[in-house]
């Protein structure tokens, strides 16, 4: 975990350039990497350097590990005001603690000096790594600063105390660069495989899915992408930060956790396009605190009636999650195995190797309480059975839908009937003993 700083910035508004991403450090405050929309982010290697995308790893470390959406995530960013992002290499070179890094000079000593001149900083601002890569729009020693919206380019570690001196303390301007204004969305994910598997697995799949939408939606100079170092919350893996300017034109930094490539249609549409906040995934946003983060959301939720942007919002995910479901009520399944197919059938209810705690897990432990019971109801009202298959006598009956009790059924829930039954054994058996005595 590396050490919380904070740090004033202040520019003026020169040149503007596009979207460029940054990312978010260490522990809240240090290591991350950035990759255009274009392409950076895809060099060789780095999905498999960083976790090699097998089954065995994601079932450990990826979107099936077993906490994945166990934890409320409203609450979990720490206060801070002000975002630096320091770009520099990428991820197949970073150390699990860049800031601390012998032999990566700038990184260390930038942070050494934000710790150093915490005290004479007005903001408390945070230090994040992100991918830099020479001759692209995003060169090694570029800055980029949030909310200001600002990039100053090439710093080196010759400049790195005047550069905190004159920005972060005095709030005024660097004099060897000149500020370039940012426009657009910044989108920075944490992808630092090495300092947790569970970054390393989650992000890349998760910017590969955003470049993707990006380019099929034309959003190139509008929404930048980039991979980062930790931010902070590994459990909360994928983990998202946008900045950019919301519908009164003040710059914001949100933060969201547990996202999974096929939720990111959701936030280019909702939260880019629309300037809507994705509820159900999000965690908190940059300059509020955490009581604060907690009250923002449930405002939002009374004035949604309840559930607006606490579940996906398109009846595309809507489906995959119904199909995630999909079970068997005459025996367990088996890839290539399983009633279906010794009756001759092909129904993708023996084709699922989901398990269904892990399918109807869209939606941390305690999120439904806050939306209220609306979405549960709503599911209930809505399910329906996909197929059910008759294969004449002694033949399997396929039911593909779980009965809505289950879907929401908690594990405590599970403990608690568990509890009860070995109550009542224990009372059965010494009444029983008792009766023998008697």
Not at 221 to 232: A, D, E, F
Request: with cysteine.
């Amino acid at each position: 975990m590396s050490i919380n700083r904070d740090e004033p910035l202040s520019f003026l508004n020169p040149p503007t350039s596009s979207p460029i991403a940054v990312s978010d450090g260490d522990n809240y405050l240090l290591d991350s990497q950035i990759g255009s929309a274009s392409g950076s982010f895809q060099n060789e290697g780095f999905l498999g350097c960083l976790d090699g995308g097998s089954s065995g790893s994601d079932a450990e470390f990826g979107f099936l590990r077993p906490e994945f959406r166990q934890s409320p995530l409203v609450g979990t960013v720490e206060y801070y005001e002000r975002h630096m992002f320091l770009c520099y290499k990428n991820p197949q070179v970073w150390p699990p603690r860049i800031e601390a890094a012998e032999f990566d000079r700038l990184p260390r000593l930038l942070s050494a000096a934000l710790a150093a001149r915490k005290g004479d900083m007005k903001k408390q601002t945070r230090l994040t790594i992100c991918e830099g890569h020479d001759g692209t729009e995003t060169s090694n020693g570029d800055v980029l600063i949030f909310p200001d919206m600002i990039r100053y380019r090439r710093l080196t570690h010759f400049d790195v105390d005047t550069f905190v001196e004159e920005v972060l303390v005095k709030d005024g301007e660097w004099l060897p660069g000149t500020p370039e204004a940012l426009r657009g969305s910044y989108i920075f994910v944490c992808a630092h495989g090495t300092r947790d598997r569970r970054c390393g697995v989650c992000g890349p799949a998760v910017i590969t899915r955003f470049k993707e939408e990006i380019e099929s939606n034309n959003l190139q100079g509008k929404v930048s992408i980039r991979p980062c170092s930790h931010i902070g919350g590994h459990k909360y893996a994928g983990n998202v930060i946008i900045f950019g300017s919301n519908i009164t034109g003040e710059v914001t930094g949100h933060w969201y956790g547990y996202v999974m490539p096929d939720d990111v249609p959701s936030l280019l549409e909702q939260h880019i396009e629309k300037g809507e906040i994705v509820d159900w995934l999000w965690r908190g946003q940059m300059g509020l605190t955490e009581e604060e983060q907690k009250k923002s959301q449930e405002l939002r939720l009374q004035a949604n009636g309840g559930g607006t942007n606490m579940e996906r919002s398109s009846t595309k995910e809507e489906s995959a999650s119904t199909d995630e479901i999909i079970t068997s009520a005459c025996g367990s399944q088996v890839e290539g195995n399983g009633c279906c197919q010794a009756n001759g059938t092909s129904s993708p209810c023996c084709q699922s190797p989901l398990l269904p705690e892990k399918a109807a897990g869209n939606h941390p432990p305690g999120f439904l309480d806050e939306a209220t019971k609306y979405t549960v109801e709503k599911k209930k009202s809505n399910k329906k059975q996909i197929s059910r298959k008759n294969s004449g006598k002694g033949g399997c009956r396929k039911v593909c839908t779980m009965p809505s009790w289950f879907e929401s059924w908690e594990r405590e829930d599970t403990y608690t009937v568990l509890a009860v039954i070995g109550a009542a054994a224990s009372v059965a058996v010494a009444y029983s003993c008792y009766k023998q005595l008697r």
